[in-house]
Each structure stands twice: as structure tokens, then as C-alpha cells.
């Protein structure tokens, strides 16, 4: 039997960016664009060009190379004409390869919130897909408050549909744009559009107002619909998008779903889901939700209870998929069996040859296990655990003592009477039997400390010369007086290869400084520079 | 029309304390049980007694004065007498009105996890039933595995739920334990179960494995269950429970349920729903989901964009419910895109009267586009955008004067010879004239410093006395050499409430003190605090 193809409209970007705290930089949006090229969603709607400097910056050039690159804008104002809207002039010139109009489709918002007739807002819907098609972009309707405007005028909701289908749209986007609607309402109501718009050709953007939004858009793929709109992670105005995250394992994983339809996700992807959504929650700075579907740290954790001992004996009844399918893992508090295959073959990846009876192997996993539980984000710093590894077993040359180090961060009046901010960094090392005294200073103690601590190094002065901080972040933990701070640095080099060092300490300077020197420490390593303490 | 009613039961401190990090108390669940009994649950499960100390010690009296105080155990072992089982025997001696057990209904788990025949398991439902019936309680069955159990059996599955039935139990209770059943299944299977057993006796028990525990239990409602098992907040084993907190105002807000079905719940405890799910947060010492349905704190809140102006004009259409209903308020945040008419109304919440052509406005508007373009986050920073607000329109008293501050942070070895890091802050204020200068420690550089400015501030000690700091977040902007960090700290004070302020700066050290002076100039300004600067 061949299946139906459904697609993944990924709208992190653009809906997501509506989120609470959530701000992205065009580094960002490029970043989470190529994880979502990676993932294989087959639309990514980057912003809203014209609506700020963001996002007009991002639609310079194309940000994908799979996905359709899709751009979100208005349709045509009501009463101006097609080359007199520089709105959608701006939409049509961004490098996208879609567009994604929204219109009103309740035609109370009609009146109240555009102040237009009925029949000219179908002629803006009409008008507008059609210049968008002809300058040769794939063209999609939101069709804001569908589900709302359907029940108060059925005829209306249905004509703003058909009038974008007719006019070329690939798709017709039906959006719950409030999120009350419930999934037997969205059942009931795709039903009757697919008499107007053909399954194939609509979409179901849902939120999460209800804790439905994941239910809703399986309702409709159920009564038609062949396009999903959604986040990562769920993210989104008020309570979120409808979580791609979730719907993707069940998509491939469950029966009811994987027999009938097929998604552009390889079960390799799928394989990574769970590392993708932690690495997305560590580009926004949100604590990942450990209680997350499929993809949580307690997702296929068991606490000893009345499950555990039989879970042991046999885990499949137990889970309702295979937690490596996602990329995820079964914690049950009383083995550690599934923790040391994993970390082998972790070691396996970074080229460390171990037995699997190595008796280092049980220390190792004792203190990733105890560091994970004070703070340290071992997935998150690849380069930290490595080294972390390597030195368990005997493996990281002793390049340098640090003796101690020495911050000041002073705000003051200057000679001519302004509030200035000033710091300064002193680091004492030991290289080579040589004490090295360097005092710098920065914008701030981290980057007084992080330039103090490279200015000399030395004999391995040259071999750090192209080491560069490339990205610092830093966590709170645990909230309150009894916080803890980790930091995360991201650092390069000239061979434009990236690593990634934690840091964890009450104070976050020291946390800076742990981070800052394991980043050091990897950049000799991996340089294979020759320790001469 | 009469109305059917639908039962509620609450298994927050039996199922909720498998929770991952979570651990309570007999005082904890004391408290709990209090909230359940406030809200208008119909019964409160209290844990396992004989599980624990802590079950057993939270059994020995009667914790609810309005709802079902519930006890949960396991049915009595196959191959031994009721009157040798001492697990039962303990369970039947607690100060419980009712026992719910838990019995297999999958006939592999009979097998492989008990070891025993089905016959016997069938014995055992039915003899277990019975004997807390003769002890005067109510008794419950929780089917385990019921919907993986019916896939594989039917027959067996369903004999379990009659042979409970038929012993007497007042409630079958279907649980999806793995929590991997799809809506759609649950409903399929719910209408044959009630072929067998009468749907006002069925109950469903549901798991978030796929994000669908709500549109689980809501699809066993209109398949004919009329009890729903569910936790606060939705916390529970792996990714949680079906969420109360959630299922409640769906079922008394939306007509398709609330037209059809009752609950215990009053309209006064619905608007008392958001501050429970809070208060319950910090019971357990989480951080409150702000994307909760319902009763996050983002859950009526707009990011300025497409929707924020007509959001103004018409709140109504844009929220699928009236937040009042639910105690929860509407946030239209100050951003980026903020319109005019979206500051006056922010400003009017507030209790500044300001009018729409005051040239103020137009400046305040410019200055706050201003900040958010060099990071600061007004959307996330209610109190600093208004103390922006009152500064611009001269409402904020000059209370003291800040004249500099210094922070050290020195890691060096001590006395016995360990590496420490000690952090060190002066600051020097100017208040009513006098000149004061503190000195503290703490654990990292923003400790010491919010120490040293709070630890004398002369004529206002008593005023900030009560005040705490909450959470502290860090964000690093732009990333690389030219970032900049935005600090965000919430603080609340002896009422309850709390506030977040903003600071923003290339030095944490200078962000955190901005963000901690307006915090204290907030406090001040909240207490009718006099200036004497």
C-alpha cells in the first residue's frame, strides 16, 4: 500500500519568535534554520521581512537548502492597489522560495479589526496570491481565526479558503489562532472544508490553549488535512505552536500514523531528535522540559515504584517506543547497564579505544553521573567531556598549572566626571617551571579574565594564536539563593571547527574560568602540542 | 437539561510522586491535600501506605474534610489468603474512605510480571474487592496496562473490569500506563468496555507520553467514562499525567462539556485556579510553566506583532476564554513592534493616567524602541518598564544616589592549601545626604554585590527588609567579543507578589546592579516609600 505524504511547515522562526523571552539575532535564525534543514521539515518560515531589522536581514539570502524557505507577510492592504502596498513589495523581493500570506477569515475581524467589506478582503486574498504566483513563489494562506470564523459564519470561511485555492495557493492554512478550539470541533469542521479545498492542499496550524494543540493537529490530519504547522518544541505565542518535537515520533513511530503516512524525516534524523531539541533549547536559553514527550530526560525515566523491577526484566511492555528510536534513553534508577554501552560508544565516536569490562569505564560513568547531577551539561560540551574522559584514562598531557587569578570590576566617576565601568584580570600561571604573571583588561570579567588568561602563554603561544571565543552563555540553576551558575562557551579556531566547554561553579566567575581553561586545554590537545610543565 | 456529573480524582501524591525530583513530605502532602479538598475534587489519593514511612505516617488520619480520602495498594498476592497478606491488611486498617487498587489486566504482565495464572489474577481482583467492601470502604480498581492489555486480549482485559464490577467496585478505572495510546484509540476502546461494565463506574487514567494525556481523557469522557484521574500541573512518572489544572476550566468553560457535564468544582475555586497552580509550584519547588494552558503566566499574554492593536480594540475575539474566569489576567506586552495604543493601555493597568496625544508618549515609545534594540527585554521586565514609564512622566522620588561600587573576585590558595575563590563588594550610596559604605561577601560577584546594596540603606531599612531576591537570569546578546549580557532578576517581598527588572550592559556586573537598583527602586516606590535625597 503507498502511502500519503504529509508535510512539516516549521514556523520556530516566525510564530515562535512571538514567544515570551524568546529573541532571536539573524545568528540565531541561521542556526535554527540549519537544524531544521538537517531535521527535514519541508517548509521553514524564517520571519516576517519588513516587519523589523531581524527579520528583513535574514530574507537577504536564501537560509536553506532543502526546506522551502518560506516568508510570512500580509496580504495586500484593502484599498490600495498591488504596486502601491510596499508591504507586500518588500514580501515579493525577500529571497524566499514561498510566501506565506495570513488574511482574516471571521469576517467580525473583517469589520472590527480591518475595517473592510467582506468582499473586498476576498478580492485582497484573491489579488494577492496571485502576484505572489506570478513572481514565481510557491504561495501559502493563514487563514487567521478559520475555526472561530467557520462558526460564526460558515459560507465566509469557506470563501476566503476557496478564493486562495482557486487563485493558486498550494496551500490553505486553517488556524486555530487562539487555540480554544477543541479536537472534535477541528475534526468536525476539516471535514466539511474539504468539500471546498481538496485534503491535499490544506494545512492545520494549531496552539496549545487547551493542552491540545498536538491532538488537534492529528485530528485533522484525520479528517483530511496533509500539512502540519508547528515548533520546535513547542514554542509559540501564549502557550505554544503545536509541538513538532512530539508529533514526529508519533508520525513515524505509531502504527495508527507510520502505515498510512510519510513525513520527509529519515529514521536517522528521528534518531537525533532528542539531542536537536536539547541543542534548540540551549540556542534560546530555556531549560529543556525534562516531562517533554519522547524527547524530555524523564521521558523513559522510571522512578523505583512499583514498576521498576519489572522493568528490568522486560522494558519493551513498558515504554510505548523504543527510547533510541528518538535519540533518547531509558533511565531506570536501579541499573546502569544502559548508561556504560552508551558512554562506550561515545568514546567509540571521540576515537578512545576501551573495553567494555575497563574498570576506569565504571569510575567515569560514577562522575559524569555525579557532575550531571551538580550541574555540568555534558551533552551540551562535547570538548568538557572529552577531556573529562581522556583524563580518567591517563590520557591529557599536564600543560600548565594555573596558580590563581584575580578580578576587579570597578564603577566610579573618571577625571571628567562620568560613571565608568572598569575590569580587570590578573592570571598567575605555571608553564613550564616558568611563572607567568599577564593582567588584562575587558568589557567585563569574563573577557578581562579570558584576555589575561591567553595574552601569555608561553611556549604555546603560537599554537593558541588562532583560538577564538566564539559564544558564551550562562545559566542559572536551581533558582535562589542556593543558585548554581553554569556557563557554556562555545570556542573555534582557524580550521573553522567548533568545540563546545561547561563550567560550573556558585560563583560565576570560577564557572567562566573551568570553561575558558578546558577550552584552552582542548584547543592544545586537539593541536597536539607537546606538554612541557 | 440535566446535567451529568463527572467525577474528578486527584492523583498528585500517588502518581505525581513518581515525579522525577519529586519528594514530599507528610507536611507537603498535608498542605496538598488541603488545596485538592479547596479546589472541589472528588477524591484525593494520597499515596501507598506501607509503601513508605511517609504514606503510612500521611494514613494515619483523615486528610480531606469534602473529598474521598484514598488510599492506593496492590491487589492481594495470588497464592496466598486474604488474611496472610499484610500488605492488604495494612491497607484496609488506613484512615482511608476508599481503597483503589491496582491490579494487571494484561494478560502477558499476569504472566511474566506476576507469574501467576489469569484465573488467579481474576481471583484475587474479585476477593480483594470484596474484603475492603466488608471493611465499609469504597473500592476503585485501576486496570494497569488496560489499553496495551485490550490490543492483546479483549477478552481478558474485560473480564478483569467485570470481575471488578461485579465484586462491587464503585469505579473501573482504565489506565493507559505507558501512556502511548493515541485519542482515537481510547475512544474505540472505551465503547467497548462499556458493554461490560456501565460507563457512570468507568474512569480513565491517562499519561502525557504522546503530549495527548488531555485529548486522552477528554476522549474517554465522550466515550462514556464519567471519572477522570489526573494530577496538578500535570506532574507524574516520565512526562507526567493527565493535567487537572488544564482539564478543569475545558470542562467548565466549554460549552460542548459544560453544557453537558458538572463537576465539583465552584466558579469562585475556578478563579482561584491560577494561583493554586502556583502556589502548588512552589510547594514542590518548581518553576511555573509560563506556557501552562489556562494558568501560565504567558497563557493570555501578546508579543506586540500582527495582533496586538486589534487585541486593544477588542480583547474578546482574541481569547478563547475570558482569563478572569481561570484568575489569570491578560498581558499585552511591551515590545520591539509596541504600538502607541498598546502603551496606553499597558500604562492604564498600571494606574498611570496618561492621554493618547500626550507628546510623552511619543517619547517614552522612542526610548523604549531604543533599549530593546540594545537588549533590554521590557516584554520579560513589567517593573522596569515601569519605573521607565513613571520616570518619563516624573513619578519616580530620587530616594538615594549611588556613588560607585567595586567587586573583586580572587581565586588563590588559603591557609591549608586549597583553591578558593572569594568574592568581595563594596558599595558606596548616598541616602538623605549622609554617605554610607557597605561591604560583603558572597558566593559570586552579583551575591556580594545585592548583599552590599542592601545591607544598609539607611532611613529605608525597615521598608526593604522583606524583600527577595527570586531568580536571576543571564543572557549574553549578539554572541562573541561584542556581545552584551541582559540580566533579568525576579524579586518578591513579604505580600507574595513579585516583580522583574531588567539590566542590560557589555559587564554582568553592571547589568546585574542595574537590574538589582531598579528592583530595590521598585520596592520602594510599591511601599509609598518618602525620598529624603
Not at 573553522?496 to 570553561?515: P, R
Amino acid at each position: 500500500m503507498s502511502k500519503e505524504r504529509l508535510y512539516l511547515f516549521d514556523t520556530t522562526l516566525r510564530d515562535g519568535a512571538q514567544t515570551n523571552g524568546v529573541d532571536f539575532s539573524v545568528e540565531d535564525k541561521v542556526q535554527v534554520a540549519r537544524l531544521l534543514d538537517g531535521l527535514g521539515v519541508d517548509y521553514v518560515e524564517g520571519g516576517y521581512p519588513g516587519a523589523n531589522p531581524t527579520d528583513t536581514a535574514f530574507f537577504a539570502e536564501k537560509r536553506t537548502k532543502r526546506a522551502t524557505f518560506t516568508a510570512f507577510g500580509m496580504t495586500k492592504r484593502p484599498g490600495v492597489s498591488l504596486s502601491n502596498d510596499p508591504g507586500l513589495k518588500l514580501l515579493l523581493d525577500a529571497k524566499a522560495d514561498a510566501i506565506c500570506f495570513v488574511a482574516k477569515t471571521w469576517d467580525y475581524h473583517v469589520k472590527v479589526a480591518l475595517g473592510t467589506t467582506n468582499e473586498a478582503n476576498l478580492e485582497s486574498i484573491s489579488q494577492s496570491v496571485s502576484a505572489a504566483r506570478e513572481a514565481g513563489k510557491e504561495v501559502l494562506l493563514d487563514c487567521e481565526h478559520f475555526f472561530d470564523g467557520y462558526k460564526a459564519n460558515p459560507d465566509y470561511a469557506l470563501a476566503c479558503a476557496k478564493a486562495a485555492y482557486d487563485a493558486g495557493a498550494r496551500w490553505v492554512v486553517l488556524c486555530d489562532t487562539n487555540g480554544g478550539t477543541l479536537p472534535e470541533e477541528i475534526g468536525a469542521i476539516v471535514t466539511e472544508v474539504t468539500r471546498v479545498v481538496p485534503g491535499d492542499h490544506l494545512g492545520i496550524h494549531a496552539h496549545d490553549d487547551t493542552e491540545q494543540a498536538v491532538a488537534n493537529s492529528l485530528a485533522a490530519v484525520r479528517a483530511g488535512v496533509r500539512q502540519i504547522q508547528g515548533t520546535l518544541n513547542g514554542i509559540g505565542e501564549r502557550c505554544g505552536n503545536a509541538n513538532l518535537t512530539s508529533l514526529i515520533p508519533t508520525l513515524m513511530l505509531k502504527p495508527v500514523y507510520a502505515d498510512a503516512y510519510e513525513i520527509g524525516v529519515s529514521d536517522e534524523s528521528l534518531a537525533g531528535l532528542t539531542k536537536l531539541a536539547h541543542r534548540f533549547d540551549e540556542l534560546v536559553n530555556r531549560s529543556p522540559n525534562r516531562q517533554a514527550a519522547y524527547v524530555g530526560a524523564s521521558a523513559f525515566a522510571t522512578k523505583a515504584g512499583i514498576h521498576a523491577s519489572a522493568i528490568v526484566k522486560d522494558p519493551k511492555t513498558y515504554e510505548h517506543v523504543d527510547p533510541a528510536r528518538v535519540g533518547n534513553r531509558r533511565h531506570v534508577l536501579v541499573s546502569d547497564q544502559a548508561g556504560k554501552a552508551n558512554l562506550v560508544s561515545e568514546m567509540e565516536r571521540m576515537g578512545i579505544a576501551v573495553g567494555r569490562d575497563d574498570p576506569r569505564l565504571e569510575s567515569l560513568l560514577r562522575e559524569v553521573k555525579h557532575r550531571e547531577s551538580v550541574g555540568y551539561a555534558y551533552e551540551a560540551a562535547g570538548a568538557s567531556f572529552e577531556l573529562l574522559a581522556r583524563r580518567k584514562l591517563g590520557g591529557v598531557p599536564d600543560y600548565f598549572d594555573v596558580e590563581g587569578f584575580h578580578v576587579t570590576v570597578e564603577r566610579r566617576h573618571n577625571a571628567i566626571g562620568e560613571l565608568v565601568t572598569v575590569s580587570e584580570a590578573v592570571v598567575k600561571l605555571i608553564v613550564g617551571g616558568e611563572r607567568l604573571l599577564t593582567v588584562a583588561e575587558g568589557n567585563g570579567p569574563v573577557n578581562a579574565l579570558d584576555t589575561a588568561l591567553r595574552k601569555d602563554l608561553g611556549v604555546y603561544r603560537d599554537v593558541i594564536a588562532d583560538l577564538e571565543l566564539i559564544d558564551f552563555k550562562v545559566r542559572i540553576l536551581n533558582g535562589g539563593t542556593g543558585a548554581v551558575t553554569r556557563v557554556l562557551i562555545e570556542s573555534a579556531d582557524g580550521t573553522g571547527d567548533s568545540w563546545f566547554t561547561v563550567g560550573v561553579s556558585e560563583n560565576i566567575v570560577d564557572a567562566s574560568f573551568e570553561a575558558l581553561h578546558d577550552s584552552l586545554i582542548y584547543k592544545l590537545l586537539r593541536s597536539g602540542a607537546k606538554a612541557v610543565a
